[in-house]
């Protein structure tokens, strides 16, 4: 399974932002795939995730109510809409999918990963 992720940038506070990230390869194999992120000498965090086939969702607290994952799956491709984004929200980001039954938001139990796109929120 390869991930390639995309749409970060520099906004500022309160701008809206949406990541995407296509899925390649074994996707059959896939049941759920999460946006993670890290902040500048913080650990990798769980903001929300997906499942591959069902389209159930759950979210952070720190993000509820601002950030909305999608997916599509005939572009095998999901989506992080973020809007208002403050400059906590600043960090690489990150999209990961996992092959385990069940949901995580556990970093070890996500089996690949993308390359991580800077996101930039400036105050």
């Known amino acids: 399974v390869q991930l390639q992720a995309s749409g970060g940038g520099l906004v500022q506070a309160g701008d809206s932002l949406r990541l995407s990230c296509v899925v390649s390869?074994?996707?059959?194999?896939?049941?759920?795939m999460g946006w993670f992120r890290q902040a500048p000498g913080k650990e990798r965090e769980l903001t929300a995730h997906?499942?591959?086939?069902?389209?159930?969702?759950y979210y952070a607290d720190s993000v509820k109510g601002r950030f909305t994952i999608s997916r599509d799956n005939a572009k095998n491709t999901v989506y992080l809409e973020m809007n208002s984004l403050e400059p906590e929200d600043t960090a690489v980001y990150y999209c990961a999918a996992r092959l385990g039954t069940g949901w995580s938001i556990r970093v070890y139990e996500y089996d690949y990963w993308g390359q991580g796109t800077l996101v930039t929120v400036s105050s």
């Open positions: 390869g074994r996707t059959s194999s896939v049941t759920v």
């Open positions: 997906i499942s591959w086939s069902g389209g159930s969702t």
